[in-house]
């Protein structure tokens, strides 16, 4: 009997004793609140890519006949104008196929003469019967080929002539010289296609980007979008551009689909060169206007939360008429909780764009509204210490790091 009523008090001093330290823990807790204030943000939703810079005009200059090269006037980064001499064949066998073709329409003349006297004769001897109709039409068969041999002489004296001016290459625009393919001496042959002697290129001060965007990107590309991007040459520097083409040709590599997007980009200090490669940022969507945070938009109290705010009387109101509209909630509407004067209220807000970290709100919220990113328990040692700890603890996400920022924009 004594035993048992020893276990019954000893067992009565350990309640005591936890319901002491359960009062003390929840004397020891306090609420801690993080809250966001509404202002102006900009959402940039943007579009990665690769690319290479190159001319907005290039062109290959090459030769139409074969011969070897016998001058060459320009070199690399020559700047050239059109129409200027750039280079020059040896002319010796394209000057003999010139007088050649001389000798055969002179050739050619004399037996058309002579065709010609022949057919009159024939013809006056068969008008007078005193020549048969055979020797009449071979007469005229003469005269007939005579004259298409003429023909003949003349086209291939007019070919051989400019042949002989295609010795002389020149320049089809005004531009730089990127490329040299030649030197004198060398032999080039134009019988199955025309070999390429000078690359050059119109402006350099007018450059373009082609840029592979990946298939899954390019459904939010749009002509006439703003471009930024870098070249490891200049690391600090950023450059801007606009695009300019959307190319439908797919290009496949390693099962990869791309596509090829035309960048123009200004380079009025030339410091954008042939060849480079461009990291490439393409802005697809640029929305400003008042902006929550993401993670208010997944924060829901816990009833713990709201029975703190029920017992200092700074009751959770209106849990079931949102503050947006009155009535009922809209289809494509998201529910924030709003901070005022202690009193903590759901509303519900339409949203638009998001770049993963804010959303722009059509309507719902004000300049200026508290709205609650989140609402725990601590105790106040773990705020103390976190305090202590961190003197230069952030305010909450956007306050000054990007909302700041996004003012200036």
């Known amino acids: 009997m004594k035993k048992r009523r020893k276990l019954i008090w000893a067992l009565a001093a350990v309640a005591v004793i936890v319901i002491s330290v359960i009062i003390l823990m929840h004397d020891d807790e306090e609420l801690v609140v993080r809250t966001y204030t509404v ?4 959402v940039i939703n943007t579009v990665t890519a690769t690319g290479t810079i190159q001319p ?5 200059v090459g030769t139409q006949v074969s011969g070897e090269i016998d001058k060459i006037f320009v070199d690399y980064n020559s700047e050239v104008k059109k129409g200027q001499i750039l280079a020059e064949l040896d002319k010796s066998n394209l ?6 073709a001389e000798a055969s329409l002179k050739s050619a003349e004399s037996e058309l003469e002579y065709s010609s006297g022949n057919f009159e004769r024939t ?3 068969y008008e ?3 020549t048969t109709k055979v020797n009449y039409e071979e007469a005229r068969n003469d005269l007939v080929k005579a004259e298409t041999q003429l023909q003949n002489a003349k086209s291939n004296l007019d070919q051989a002539k400019v042949n002989l001016g295609y010795a002389e290459i020149y320049s089809p625009i005004d531009g730089v010289v990127l490329s040299r393919e030649v030197e004198e001496g060398q032999t080039v042959a134009a019988s199955y296609s025309t070999p390429t002697l000078f690359t050059i290129a119109n402006d350099l001060t007018q450059m373009k980007v082609e840029a592979d965007v990946d298939e899954a990107d390019i459904g939010q590309v749009k002509e006439g979008q703003k471009v930024e991007f870098t070249v490891d040459a200049y690391i600090n520097d950023v450059f801007h551009g606009e695009v300019q083409q959307i190319r439908l040709e797919p290009t496949t590599t390693n099962n990869v689909v791309t596509y090829t997007v035309i960048i123009e980009a200004p380079n009025p200090d030339y410091k954008l060169l042939p060849g480079m490669t461009a990291s490439v940022t393409i802005v697809t969507e640029e929305h400003s206007g ?6 208010a938009l997944n924060f829901t109290p816990s009833q713990k939360v709201m029975e703190s705010f029920d017992k200092n009387d700074a009751r959770v109101k209106n849990s079931h008429a949102p503050a947006m509209m009155p009535g009922k909630k809209n289809r494509d509407s998201e529910m924030v909780w709003v901070l005022n004067e202690g009193v903590m209220t759901p509303r519900f807000i339409s949203t ?4 993963g970290v804010y959303k722009i709100v059509r309507n719902g919220v004000a300049e200026g509204d508290s709205i609650v990113l989140s609402a725990n328990f601590v105790t106040k040692k773990q705020k103390t210490s976190r305090q202590d ?16 920022k996004n003012k200036s924009k």
């Open 39 to 42: 202002e102006n943000y900009t």
């Open 95 to 100: 000057q003999e196929n010139v007088r050649q």
């Open 128 to 130: 007078a019967n005193a």
């Open 123 to 125: 013809k006056l001897l």
């Open 389 to 404: 700890s961190n003197p230069f603890m952030p305010t909450p996400p956007g306050r000054k790091n990007n909302n700041d």
């Open 290 to 295: 008042l902006a929550v945070p993401v993670e």
């Open 352 to 355: 638009d764009i998001s770049d």
């Open 56 to 60: 907005v005009e290039q062109v290959t």
